[in-house]
């Protein structure tokens, strides 16, 4: 605070005034790209049953390497993949090699996240996701910046919680460039109810710019997504390359306000940023099939030209060759905004100074999750109808 106390109320009060269109200062907190990627990441093999929920195997960092499923390419691009050699053929329970990444830090409220890629893992039975998850599912929340399956080409965010009362109100329409996809009168709902697995897919709102998903991503030269998550809410954005604002990339401190509406805004006033997330684990992966790709009507969507089903195709090398990232960064930037700060008004957002919530926290421990929960997660988002039934057949498979 730059005044002295001898100051009157009237010059407080329009100091106070001020505050809101003062410009947040984001700092760079994790820049991770080449050789560096790897630091930011643990390489999960367990994160997931594969037998039941994917045609996948998750490698350990040693694996993938030694399969050439991750590494650094002679551009300095990361690299990760899903194995396009392996012929599977006649082997019923096939899985591809690929991997699992968790960020090894936490990252809190107050955060900026960029990622910028050349190539998002596409085709059909692929389903690539970069999104974020609390360490207890869905108590501690999950936010998806990308995710899509097969032939799609409109990129999907969504958020899930454990929380009541945390929803996208149809308002937003006016705020976002996105579409909000499923709507419960002036609502879209975020919260999950495990036990009866009920709103399964969140509170999606689609992309409307066009190359976000898909071929027509890498071909363009790929682009950028941003998450911006503070008290005042959630706001996630996709720049196509030739539309990347000048200060992504290039400044230490890049702006959001600058950056235009954003695609998909969750405000506060639907959900609470604060309680209805714990700090996130930043996750990227690349399943194949499972309960969204391969389900049978989103798989028939986009795919039924090339295959019956999902599952047919997983044998066949070939079909994978486009299943990887080429990853320039992911850099996560803080505003240091302190989560405790988070139930005053919005109008004193991000100007706290907040005891430096960049991440320090470690997700080598505490974490709840077991392969289960997480595969359940998945289950519960994605199989929309009749969830129930072959939820429970899945189970049994356990
Ligand atoms: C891998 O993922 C599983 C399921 O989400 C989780 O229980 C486990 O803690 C993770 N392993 C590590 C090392 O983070
Ligand atoms: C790994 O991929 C690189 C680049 O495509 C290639 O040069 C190299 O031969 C591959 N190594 C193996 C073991 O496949
Ligand atoms: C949408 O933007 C208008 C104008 O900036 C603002 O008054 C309103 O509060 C915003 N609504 C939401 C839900 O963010
Ligand atoms: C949102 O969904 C949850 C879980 O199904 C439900 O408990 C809650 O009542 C719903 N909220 C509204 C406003 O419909
Ligand atoms: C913020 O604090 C609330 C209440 O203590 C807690 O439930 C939530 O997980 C915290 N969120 C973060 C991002 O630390
Ligand atoms: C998928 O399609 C193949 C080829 O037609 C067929 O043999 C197989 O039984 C189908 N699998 C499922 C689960 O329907
Ligand atoms: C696997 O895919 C890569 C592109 O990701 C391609 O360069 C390579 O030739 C493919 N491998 C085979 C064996 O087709």
Not at 70 to 80: A, E, K, M, P
Not at 285 to 299: L, P, Q
Not at 362 to 374: H, K, P, R, W
Request: aromatic share 10%.
């Amino acid at each position: 605070m730059p005044f002295g106390k001898n100051l009157g109320f009237a010059l407080f009060a329009l100091a106070s005034s001020l505050v809101s269109t003062e410009a947040v200062t984001y700092t760079l907190s994790q820049d991770l790209s080449g050789d560096k990627f790897f630091d930011g990441f643990k390489f999960n093999e367990s994160a997931i049953d594969f037998n039941n929920f994917g045609n996948v195997h998750f490698l350990s960092q040693s694996a993938a390497q030694a399969a050439n499923l991750s590494y650094v390419d002679s551009n300095g691009r990361v690299i990760l993949r899903v194995d396009n050699t392996t012929n599977g053929a006649g082997d019923t329970t096939f899985g591809r090699n690929t991997v699992y990444l968790e960020s090894t830090q936490l990252m809190n409220i107050g955060s900026l996240m960029i990622f910028d890629a050349n190539h998002i893992p596409f085709g059909c039975s692929v389903w690539p996701s970069l999104f974020t998850q609390g360490q207890v599912w869905p108590q501690q929340g999950e936010i998806d910046v990308i995710e899509q399956v097969n032939l799609a080409t409109d990129n999907r965010y969504s958020l899930h919680v454990g929380v009541d009362n945390c929803n996208q109100p149809t308002s937003v329409a006016s705020n976002q460039t996105g579409t909000i996809s499923t709507a419960e009168g002036d609502i879209s709902n975020c919260t999950v109810t495990p036990t009866t697995g009920q709103n399964t897919v969140g509170c999606v709102t689609t992309e409307t710019k066009s190359n976000s998903f898909g071929s027509s991503f890498s071909s363009q030269g790929g682009g950028v997504y941003a998450m911006l998550w503070d008290t005042d809410g959630i706001a996630m954005w996709y720049f196509a390359r030739g539309s990347v604002p000048s200060d992504i990339g290039t400044s230490n401190s890049p702006d959001p306000t600058t950056w235009g509406e954003a695609s998909a805004w969750y405000p506060a006033s639907g959900c609470n940023p604060s309680t209805a997330f714990g700090p996130q684990i930043i996750t990227l992966y690349t399943d194949i099939c499972g309960a969204f790709a391969g389900e049978d009507s989103v798989f028939s969507q986009t795919c039924s030209s090339v295959a019956p089903n999902c599952t047919s195709l997983v044998a066949d090398p070939t079909n994978y060759d486009d299943a990887y990232w080429e990853i320039n960064y992911l850099r996560v930037y803080t505003n240091g905004q302190s989560n405790s700060s988070s139930t005053s008004s919005t109008s004193a957002s991000g100007t706290s100074s907040g005891s430096g919530s960049s991440s320090t926290g470690s997700t080598s421990s505490g974490s709840s999750n077991s392969a289960l929960a997480f595969a359940v997660t998945r289950i519960w988002e994605y199989l929309l109808v009749p969830a129930s039934v072959s939820f429970l057949g899945m189970l049994s498979m356990l």
